[in-house]
């Protein structure tokens, strides 16, 4: 038996499902996919995070007794090789995204796969109601995993000390620019790993539920990168967490944003098409100006705590999950352009971009999705900035005009506009209006169904 062990998501050695369930002679690769790099831009962050993390990964394996083939190409190409070369079968790590299932299933015409769940603690289909149907609330998504969120530890998987490395040749690896992409600049955190963030979190963790939406605090724990690309396991962050010497509340707090991300991934694979509907099944007439959508983009909106965490986002690939509401809210609620162009746009320019949990939230916030906010709950983003950024820290951090600007101008409506020495851009929308409007807009699409 000569498996495969197919690296995507899971770039470390400890707690592998692939790993710890090979036997025998093992094949470990990693494929530099082309169907979807050729989609991004040049200057992508995530490929010099993904391709550092790849390296890394190599160096790991080999101290080990293993390696890791890495491939640029096809995944059907190479499997097609490989299956030539006497492989009898693929071993990886499930996904639910459009994408990821439509490639496995034509990779597994050519080679048989077994597929393994982690990325995340739970299987999806294992977690359903009474009445064998899934869950649509998260609280009650969260209550009927009360075992498992209670417990202080979740079993990690361990590696078989008998694997055995197949003869092959492991020296190419291709360079950034083999793949077509520049070598980037990363976030200091970025270059940090796993174990080092968590014990940075261990000092910040005791006021996290107090501190975690004020975004001008780095209050965070700065994993999200980290777990997206399976350099921890949900079960060990999990497991560190729950050892962390805090307050229990601050754990579970914590724990329960984890269990977020489960719920988004849970909901993807019960709700396929969401990924591209509304779940909720209304039809909205949405704003089709691409000139609105264009000033969201860029940062042009004419509202200072949007036009700063887009600019934010477009220059380093990070965005605080308070403004990711923030933003989400004003574009599709203020502007009342549809969720899936502001979605599309985060899946091209966020560090740790998610499908479940991207789509999840940008449903949430356009109230389209399960569990959503009440369509008539609009957040108004001056009142938002007010109150999570009193002193205006973040947005002139990045709008260096409005340096010299009080707080207090900032923070209302046309107030930047009104000092006659900036030149900053005039709102699109104004906040009353564009609120009303969208009112308007969900009553009379709710009547409709």
């Known amino acids: 038996m000569k498996q495969i062990l197919w690296f995507r998501r899971d770039l470390r050695v400890r707690d592998n499902a692939i790993l710890s369930n090979a036997k025998d002679k093992v094949l470990p690769i990693f494929i530099f996919d082309k169907n979807i790099l050729d989609k991004l831009s040049k200057d992508d962050k995530r490929v010099s995070f993904i391709y550092q993390s790849v390296l890394e990964l190599k160096d790991n394996l080999q101290k080990i007794g293993l390696d890791l083939a890495i491939f640029y190409a096809n995944p059907?190409?190479?499997?097609?090789?490989?299956?030539?070369?006497?492989?009898?079968?693929?071993?990886?790590?499930?996904?639910?995204?459009?994408?990821?299932?439509?490639?496995?299933?034509?990779?597994?015409?050519?080679?048989?796969?077994?597929?393994?769940?982690?990325?995340?603690?739970?299987?999806?289909?294992?977690?359903?109601?009474?009445?064998?149907?899934?869950?649509?609330?998260?609280?009650?998504?969260?209550?009927?995993?009360?075992?498992?969120?209670?417990?202080?530890?979740?079993?990690?998987?361990?590696?078989?000390?008998?694997?055995?490395?197949?003869?092959?040749?492991?020296?190419?690896?291709?360079?950034?620019?083999?793949?077509?992409?520049?070598?980037?600049?990363?976030?200091?955190?970025?270059?940090?790993?796993?174990?080092?963030?968590?014990?940075?979190?261990?000092?910040?963790?005791?006021?996290?539920?107090?501190?975690?939406?004020?975004?001008?605090?780095?209050?965070?724990?700065?994993?999200?990168?980290?777990?997206?690309?399976?350099?921890?396991?949900?079960?060990?962050?999990?497991?560190?967490?729950?050892?962390?010497?805090?307050?229990?509340?601050?754990?579970?707090?914590?724990?329960?944003?984890?269990?977020?991300?489960?719920?988004?991934?849970?909901?993807?694979?019960?709700?396929?098409?969401?990924?591209?509907e509304n779940l909720n099944d209304v039809k909205i007439n949405w704003n089709k100006s691409e000139d609105d959508f264009i000033k969201w983009c860029k940062g042009d909106t004419g509202v200072p705590i949007i036009d700063a965490s887009m600019k934010y986002l477009n220059s380093t690939g990070l965005m605080h999950n308070r403004l990711r509401m923030i933003v989400s809210s004003y574009l599709t609620k203020n502007l009342l352009i549809d969720w899936r162009k502001g979605e599309e746009y985060f899946a091209l320019k966020l560090l740790d971009y998610e499908a479940s949990s991207n789509i999840g939230s940008w449903q949430w916030a356009a109230s389209t999705g399960v569990d959503s906010v009440p369509y008539f709950r609009v957040f108004n983003p001056y009142l938002q900035s007010k109150k999570f950024d009193k002193d205006a820290i973040f947005i002139k951090s990045v709008l260096k005009d409005l340096k010299e600007i009080s707080p207090k101008t900032i923070h209302i409506e046309n107030g930047v506009q009104e000092d006659i020495f900036l030149n900053y851009p005039r709102q699109i929308v104004g906040i009353n209006y564009s609120r009303n409007r969208v009112l308007l807009e969900f009553k009379r699409a709710k009547t409709l169904k």
Request: aromatic share 18%; charged share 30%.
């Open 76 to 276: 059907k190409d190479v499997f097609i090789d490989l299956k030539n070369q006497g492989f009898d079968e693929i071993l990886t790590s499930i996904d639910f995204d459009n994408y990821a299932k439509t490639r496995d299933e034509e990779c597994e015409k050519i080679l048989p796969i077994k597929r393994f769940t982690d990325s995340f603690l739970i299987y999806p289909n294992d977690v359903l109601k009474a009445d064998k149907t899934p869950y649509k609330v998260f609280t009650a998504f969260y209550n009927s995993l009360e075992v498992l969120h209670s417990s202080n530890s979740i079993k990690e998987f361990e590696t078989p000390k008998n694997l055995k490395k197949v003869d092959f040749d492991y020296s190419f690896t291709p360079t950034l620019k083999d793949l077509g992409f520049e070598k980037q600049d990363l976030p200091d955190f970025l270059y940090k790993s796993a174990d080092e963030l968590i014990d940075i979190f261990s000092r910040k963790i005791q006021n996290y539920q107090e501190n975690r939406d004020y975004f001008y605090l780095d209050a965070g724990s700065n994993l999200s990168v980290h777990l997206r690309f399976g350099l921890i396991s949900a079960r060990t962050l999990f497991n560190r967490i729950k050892r962390l010497n805090a307050p229990k509340k601050e754990i579970d707090f914590y724990i329960r944003e984890l269990f977020w991300r489960e719920f988004y991934n849970y909901i993807l694979y019960h709700f396929p098409k969401s990924q591209f």
